[in-house]
Structures are given as C-alpha cells and as structure tokens.
C-alpha cells in the first residue's frame, strides 16, 4: 500500500481489504495478475465522502499506456467480513 493508503486506512482493516481487492482487479485488467506490478504501483484515492479514484504509477502507468487504456472507474463495497471491488477500464483503438 502507499503511504496515503495506509495513513487513511489506519485502523480500518475493511478499508485495507477493499483497496487489495481493487489493486488485484487493476493487475487483472493490465493483464500481469499479482506479482510482476507492485501494490504501490497502484494506488486507490478517495475518502467516505470522496468517490474513488485508481491512480497508476510507473510500470503499471506504463503498461496501461501501452495497452492504450485512458479511463478507470472503480466501485468499492465491504462489511466487516467481506470485501469488493469492481474495476473498469476503457481504452481505444486507432
């Protein structure tokens, strides 16, 4: 997790669950699965009041360009037990 994921999740495991949820589905949709993008590469913005926001940054920035995609919605959902994310990313073609 980044630095400001941590900050405002602190205390808040459902909050940590849900962002790994949605950084797993980010590394789905750039095609690499876990592992070859670290999580701090993929960094989940927006507070309770705040929708949220995927913001990419290196390999994962680069990846996503070369894939062309340009625009990430992501919708996030948890209780005490479980914990969602649905990612979508559009792009285009030439």
Do not use: M, N
């Not at 630095?3 to 789905?28: H, I, N, T, W």
């Not at 949220?52 to 005490?80: F, G």
Request: aromatic share 6%.
């Amino acid at each position: 997790f980044t630095s400001a994921e941590l900050k405002y999740c602190a205390g808040k495991d459902e909050s940590l669950a849900v962002r790994f949820a949605a950084k797993e589905a980010v590394s789905k949709a750039l095609g690499t699965g876990i592992g070859p993008v670290s999580w701090q590469e993929i960094e989940i913005r927006g507070g309770e009041y705040e929708a949220p926001a995927i913001i990419l940054h290196d390999r994962a920035e680069r990846i996503a360009k070369e894939l062309r995609l340009t625009t990430w919605s992501v919708s996030l959902s948890h209780s005490e037990t479980h914990a969602i994310a649905v990612v979508v990313a559009v792009g285009h073609r030439d």
